[in-house]
């Protein structure tokens, strides 16, 4: 990990230097998703029971090296959207995603017809209630605590980081997976429409946004959102009432801000962007990496560099 890396290298930075949190918020706070299609997953309760047994502050302190922050929303901690979500202390005191209670966890479970086996897994007619979780490679900081706590909790988890994890989340054979909402910025609209039915697609189709979730009263919501000037004060109420029907629902359980963390070496260029020289972000995947290149500049001299080599 690039704290690993820190440690190991004294000419390698990071945008906040050799700081926490080792990088810049991102646009793309990250949640466990499901094939919300099948079975299991489709519950709604199932889905807040497995809510209910994830520790989010441990999230923090141990797979992210206490240098990050969780989240209990799906949107980035960007100020410009503060407005929006600093106004949602009332429905996060009805709809508390932010409650590790694996009491809670057995309640609902036993409920659903669920009974604990000789190993302390939860089981039904003889099969365990697995959770298998797709993710990708930058994530095997924070999954295995993840896993872990899902063990705990009395669930028979597990993850794959595997070359086809994005086929598999967008054909909808991975059951449960970790992914970003590439959505808002600026005002709630565009993360919520990632939730819309019109991206719901039967499980082995395709889908460039696959949380499979499908609830005609939140799409009329977000229709009308996508409608209203950023501007006028309806769209707050709007974000209100789409959250008051996400939210029970659970379609996708919110972890964690997601930060990139990317090592800048600086044996032979510098000027990297920071956050005293915010320039451009590093994320050389967002094809800005050209303006990157044109601000480095030399180290050292041609025979420094010779030499260093």
Known sequence: NVRTILDHNPNITTWSDKEPPYGYLDWWPVS???NNLEEPFNDPEIRWAINHAINRQQLVEIGMQNAGDFTVLPFPDFPVLKKYTDRTEELLQRYPVDSFDREKTAEIMRRK?????EDG???KGGERFKIVIDIFAFMMDFTPVL???LRQAGFDAGFRSTSDAYTRMSSGHAQAFIYGHGGSVRDPYFTLRLYHSQFVQPTGTPTP???RWQNAEFDRIVDEMGKTDPA???LAALFHQALDVWLPNLPAVPLLQFYHRIPHNQTYWKNWPSAENPYINT??????FMLLLLGLEPAQGRAEQVESS
């Open 147 to 149: 896993v872990e706590q």
């Open 209 to 211: 946004y696959f949380w």
């Open 232 to 234: 006028d004060p309806e």
């Open 283 to 288: 994320a050389y995947w967002h094809k800005t």
């Open 121 to 123: 897994f939860w089981s």
């Open 32 to 34: 466990l998703g499901f």
């Open 113 to 117: 017809g669920w009974a604990k086996d």
